[in-house]
């Protein structure tokens, strides 16, 4: 593939699909935190690849898009915690973190 | 041989990735995540975000990762359990994810993006990023250290007690 | 290097957000307090530092300059205009009405109750911060801090495995819903090379324009509605609100019901509405050439305030059936955001108003009922309008409120959301809505008849304190006023928009 | 003598009393009751000095108060009363009086009761006297409220089911109002100010109608859902299955509201929005109102005579005879029916309550309804019987009685404009006198049942609740000009406008 | 006594007719239970003679008026009623008419009615509520005068009901048998259909002048109405047929109702559960001809609608013949007057069917008589022997003889032996219906051949009935021979009065043949159209002379066969009984008529009740359980297969609510996995419906 934006395109739509498809099939908690992660890198890196290739102008500071993944790096390392945090909870009582036994809410 | 490079990162990238989806077992998907992260940081690296690949590799992988691998490793004590679903929901999810992936790859190759016609020779943005850290985002910044610092006295909460064992 | 005028406006920036830099010293305040005098930790200091910080917090706000549309702070991250200033008070009285919650009733442990109200606190900020933003990082920080704290109340009470579970539940659809809605933010940045919705906004009007960029405004807007649907919990993103509502703590899930719902609709005001909606002046505004997302938001609306009522019919819970219905309740504020109209953004905002008085205060009744001795369950309600009449006929008139039936705010809160998609000749919608209201009178006549018009299967008393019935009364008193002389909040809310 | 804001203090005053007998202690029920009594009391004398001093020429509202309420949709504070509205709140101040006095034996959850009653009153007196579309719509509403609890607290075996069957049915033909309500709202301007109004005499003038409300359809569909609404509460045979659980349900002095008072809403609803607002729909719609009222006459007489429970039966009839007020309502070729529907209106409404509670003395009693259980009760409770006797009667349109009057006008009214429906109206009158006349013979008459035998005669509080009644019952009969007059000159003007 | 009779005078005093039986009717009704009987006597029957002696003075007054087309005198009393409306009103009074028709009327319903109360204070003895008895009396006197008095058609109406509840409340004195309690019900609601006819009759009438008359026409009045009559020739038929002959055919239908003909006769012979005055007073000598007067009091319609004058007069002709066969084999002797009476109404409609309208009103005033006299004399036998069989009396003329002498009188009268009242008024009838010119040829005299006909049978029932009451041996038993007795001289002397007036009534009405005025027909003239005087020509002394004497024969034959079967031959009756079973047993059964009404119409109407009232209880179960197979396709469309449909019971609109809702429920599995997917699927759906839109 060439060095050009299609191309970190279709890379960073591969992750979010995929990290959709992780999510979609996963029982297991973390594994669908995985898949979430992906989804966050694919938006990461389409920051970074706009920051890259867009055509700068006056107003405009394209470097906002590499700040912009720095704060998704911050608010996945929060998510990510507390996520993590959740299900050890549940983990720690429920002795499992298949989400197929988490069904008492329903209905 | 930037061409070269940037191939290797993007199969570094994507292949693990599949990996992660796809792997029955969870440890085989966490390390591939690991490498998919690193693949990542590559590519941001390749982009002239060299500052936001650091981060990459000292937050996601360093910190993040980490922390994912952690609780897998915690939580693999009890039952073995199928990792995913049965495959008619595979399929599914399949179709679906197909679907939309198709809708994206149509929309990045046809939208008209504003791409500049001359690529710009990549330059060091660490200090660039500081500047507007502590200038026009310096706001953003300490939210984002009271998102952190609220999420992690709720986490320690939350987690202590399951340490305890309550 | 720091420029200096980034300073300069920086500084100059920085009192619009007082409110949230007090909140934030609250924060910090309750939290030495909580580490440093672990032998002082009572609920009722905590509750006082809380109320006083969120009640600092609006202080700020008179002494600001007279807000105006295009009054932008902080390099444009953010906005000073009138539902900015609005806003912020209405989320402190959420807060307020929140930690009171937590105060009155003893779902929260005394060991979590510090770390609940630091996270009601920030939460708030969050919620604040999001209303005020104009800059798509803005909001997706905020719009993270929200989430993500709000995770953590809903897990808070860790000993009870619902919570967990729902909280659970909570995250993982959160993240993913978030994940999406922020790949979509990915997507306008790359249209647009800018976080900045003006300049977005712009840019949109005119890829709206070339046929080949339609198909990613459509993807856009798509995942926009992910994020946004699924915080105002509207169909098809509303699964996870019945089983969060009814796993979190009685006050978390009366904070959520309104907070994050409130804000989840001031998000459209504020991001959706830029986006993807031209023409402020006319006070009609249009979808963007081609995009026809009112008539699939009316669609939805429809669909939420229908799915909302009908499955409440059968709960017997009452928070799992107040989560459903205040998933109708997304319908019909959806309504206002259909009507593409200055009417359907007052009417939205009126009705978070009034929504947030009635709907806290069932909470506020259900909360109060479980923690004197009865449940959640509706049967625990069977002839308790003989034995706490206070706190019934307080429920009924919440609960008429709820209904939509005059003399009570809600009523007006409902007629504000029919004008404004009668104003739009959007008949159809009206109908389905007027129709939806009396379905739901059903269901929300089951507890009245279940509190009134049977008999007690059991004759424990139940006893509810005073400071409960002041806090109910201070939630009836704009419930039943509102209804009844609402001129004031007309005109507050008509200078808005 | 009389207050300034004469109708507000009458719409209020019984609210006023409803707020002090929240704070009585609970060991006074009788003062409870007493207050109730008294909040009845001066509402009755003002809406008799009102029927006294009202003009009979006048065409316009009179009495009228209006002050701004929420600017912010122009909305009004605006009361006034005309032919129309004057003998519903006169029969609203009496039927509540009387109504009151019907509730002494009330002992449970007295506060809650008299409270609830006299919000019941505020409301319909409210509605009477609304000129306000959204003030009407309040008060429409409003009057839901206290009906549902005081149905479903103090009403019989299946009052929950009821009562919700009540609520969900009117609510229906609510909110279809509320939409056409705002419809209106946007479809007109005010010509002075240049604002939307809510303002019913402003917008039953045709040419602040906006472009859209003036399309067929928009008008079509709105008068529609007008109609239902209204339809609903009169309710017009489709929409009446609500109406005799109700009554079966609901204690005596509540049914005698209900039917005395609350039928007469949608009727009252018809005459005061529907037709001022839509003429021209209601000429469309005066067939198809017409045949509904037919359905109703021959349906309700059918269904009352295979009823076996009392209240259920006069429940039936009660749908019946507001088939005769439907019809009357539907000619416009001439006065005639119209002013036979509207003092049938008042009509049904005495004697009605009447019946109603006619029915609760023997509830009392006896604890059962069921026709076929009694027999010869004549002879036990004589008086008792004569007036069932009188009350059957009028019923069933006895010339010399108040119902003939009004039913007989209703039908010579109709029969120029609809010959077979009105031949077809006129059967109703032997299908009623059969069932009233069964029912008659089935309860009093025979020999006398043994297990009935001691029921103790009629009480002098029942006898001072139901004498009133039957002296206007009989006094209209003969003499209905009182009301005729009331009511002519405004109904002339509204045939009027309906013509065009 | 001058003042009295001064039209002025009178004019205002005429309300006092109604209403002082009213106030007697009142004040026995209300005070009634507390006051002393002889009081609630003397109120009762003061009340009516009051009425009566103004009556008399009445009559005085207008024949004390010179000019005959003067002779009535109109009292508006109040506005009744009024609508407006911008072409045209519809106004009322309450006004009395006094007029000689009314006053005939009057003096009757007052004359015979003060007699039958008196009469009534004997037979009603030492019953418990007599107060009762004479308050519905009063309000029954004071409805018939309202009926007579009324000078608009509504005015009338409300006496024409008023006498039917009065009528149903009389019939159902004695409530506490059921059957009686039955009788009055089948009574008024048999009436109720009449006054449909007459109801619908009414504002065709009113709506038809209206519109004929641009307007002008507000109101019923009599005298307006005769005016603008002409007015029905010029509308439009209706089937082919004219507005006249409807209105006439429906108004006619009220008076066979009211007057107990074909077809609603049925009520008549059950309303005799009554007390015997009643019987007499109400269901003889004037309720049921209210039809009569009605028809008479609206000639002025029906001289212009011919075929609803042959209506009527073959309607009445054949009803006479009909009933009187019925009364051949009765044993109750009150169902034999009272079929008896059905059959000489049926010669008034002969009468006024053949517009001899003065002749039907004399036949009204004289039936009035004898047949009052006739029911009280048999009240005064059944007082004395408490059955009313026949079967069980005889022989009671040594036993009571006053009534039995009186109850000849009668008898004379009513077979049609000259001199007696019954003769001259029946045999005019025939003698009018004879010289008829009916629309059919040859109608005329076809009726008058029944008629002829059923003044035999008449005469021949009446014998065997007399017959079997009075003559031969008591065969009741020696237990009540004892007890029988004369009654008290409060009733004979009614019986006396009205033997005397059963005797002279005729003269008022003397023959042409006699060449002596007819003083009814010429005092009755000014109010008939001019088109009712054809009975009377001055020609064919001869032919009048001989039909009188054939229907002479006639009568004396019926007695004859009569006194030959029942008192010479008493084996007889049986033996043809025998002969001629089936036919016996028809008539004994009275044609089976009630069986095939009670057939035709009682029970249809009673399934369709019960049609009613199921499909009413059901319909919202039919929606509901519609909605639920609607819910079931539903959830299995969704795969949701455990999803309990419960059929059946189920009732409330809500539960089309609850059944979706329950669906719904499903879709809330729990499972976030199904929740994550609902995300996927939901941004699809949108997809898809952005792209469709």
Known sequence: MQYSLPSFLIVSSLLFCLGMYTVLTRRNAIGILMGIELVLNGAGLNFVAFSRFLEPSQTTNLLSGQIFTLFIIAVAAAEVAVALAIVLSLYSRMKSIDVEDFKNLRG | MTDLIFNVFILLTIIPCFWVALSSNIVHAAFSLLITLFGIAGLYVLLGADFIGVIQVIVYIGGILVLIIFGVMMTQRGKLLPLSIQLPGKLFGAVLTGVILAALLLSATRTLWPVAAVLGEPQLTSAAIGDLLLGKYLIPFEIASVLLLAALIGAVLIARRSVRGE | MIPENFIQSNLQGISFIGPELILTLAILLILLVGVLLPYWRHRILFTI????????????????PQPAPDLTYLSNLFVWDWLTFLSKPFFAVVGVLTILLTQVTGEIDNSEYSECTILVLAVTMGMMLLVASTDLLMIYLAFETMGILSYLLVGIRARDERSGEAALKYVLYGAFTSGTMLFGFSLLFGLAGSTDLLAISQKVAFASQHPQDRLLLIVAILFFLAGLLFKTASFPFHFWCPDVYEGAPTPITAFLSVGPKAAGFVLFIRLFYPLFATGHDATIYEAVSGLDWPSILALVSAITMTLGNLAAIHQNN?????????????????????????????????????????????????????????SEEIDSYRGLGARAPYVCVAMAIFLFSLIGLPPFAGFVGKVYLFAAVIYKKIYWLAVVAALNTVISLYYYLRIVKAMFLEKPTETIQIQVPLSSRVLLLALLVPTLGLG????????????MF | MLPDHLLSWMIFFPLLGAGLILFVPKRYPTVMKGIALAATIPPLWWAANLYVQFDRWGTGFQYVEKVPWIRAFNIHYYLGIDGISVPMVLLTALLSFICII????????????????????????????????FMFYVFWELMLLPMYFLIGIWGGPRKEYAAIKFFLFTLVGSVLMLVVMLVFYFGSVEPATGLHSFDLTILADQSVHQAFLRSHTIRWLCYLGLFIGFAIKIPLVPFHTWLPDAHVEAPTAISVILAGILLKMGTYGILRISYPLLPDMAREFALFAATLGLISIIYGALCAM??????????????????????GMSVFSNTTAINGAVLQMFNHGTVTAMLFLLVGVIYDRAHIRDIDSFGGLAKTMPVYAGYTGLAFFAALGLPGLSSFISEALVLVGSFQQYKIITITATTGIILTAAYFLWTMQRVFLGPQNKKWADLPEISLREAFTLTPLALIVVLLGFYPMPVLDLIGATLKHTVAMVVG | MTNLIDPLHMKNMLWLIPCLPLAGAVINGLLGKRLPVRLVHFVGCASVFLAFLISVAGFF???????????????????WILTVWHQGSFSLQVAFRLDPLSITLCLVVTGVGFLIHLYSVGYMAGDESQARYFAYLNLFTFSMLLLVLADNLLLMFVGWEGVGLCSYLLIGFWFTDLEKAQAGMKAFIVNRVGDFGFFVGLMLLFWTLFEGSNGTITGLGFQQLRESIPLLNSASPILGVGLATWIGLLFFVGATGKSAQIPLYIWLPDAMAGPTPVSAFIHAATMVTAGVYMIVRLNFLYVIAPAAMAVVAVVGGVTAFYAATIALTQNDIKRVLAYSTISQLGYMFLAVGVAAFST????????????ALLFLGAGSVIHAVHSNDMLEMGGLKKYMPHTYLTFMAAYLAISGIPPFSGFVSKDEILWATFNSHLPVAGLGKALWALGLLTAGLTAFYMTRLVALTFMGGFRGGLEKEKHLHESPSVMTFPLMALAVLSVVGGVIG?????????????FLGPVLSSHGASGHQAHAYWLELLLMLISIGVATTGIYLGWLFYVKRPELPGKVAARFAKMYQVLEQKYYVDEIYQALFVRPLLKLVALSGRFDLNTIDGAVNLSSRVTAKFSFLIGWEDLKIVDGAVNGLAEIFKRWGAALRHLQTGKIQHYLYSVVLGIFGLCVFMFLF
């Open chain 4, 306 to 327: 295979a009823q076996t429970d009392l209240k259920k039966l006069i429940a039936y009839s009660s749908i019946s005879h507001m088939g005769f007020v439907m019809l």
């Open chain 3, 318 to 374: 009452l928070k799992r059936l107040l989560a459903y219905s205040s998933i109708a309740h997304a319908g019909y504020l959806l309504m206002g955001i259909v009507s593409l109209s200055d009417l359907g953004l007052r009417s939205v905002v009126f009705y978070l108003v009034v929504y947030l008085f009635m709907n806290v205060g069932a909470f506020a009744v259900v909360a109060m009922v479980a923690s004197a001795g009865g």
């Open chain 5, 510 to 522: 003397l023959p042409a043949v006699t060449h002596l005025p007819n003083l009814l027909h010429d």
């Open chain 3, 49 to 64: 530092l809380a109320v006083a910080g969120l009640a600092g917090s609006v202080l700020p706000l008179w002494k600001l």
């Open chain 5, 61 to 79: 007054t207008l024949l004390g008026i010179e000019e005959p087309h003067q002779r009535f005198l109109i009292q508006p009393l109040y506005q």
């Open chain 5, 360 to 371: 039907g009103i004399f036949h009204l005033v004289t039936h009035a008589f004898f047949k």
């Open chain 3, 484 to 495: 009844i002389y609402w001129q004031p909040l007309a005109r507050v809310v008509s200078g």
């Open chain 4, 102 to 133: 019907a509730s002494w034996n009330i002992n449970e959850h007295v506060r809650g009761y008299f409270a609830l009653f006299l919000l019941l009153d505020t409301s319909m007196k409210g509605v009477f006297c609304a000129l306000d579309f």
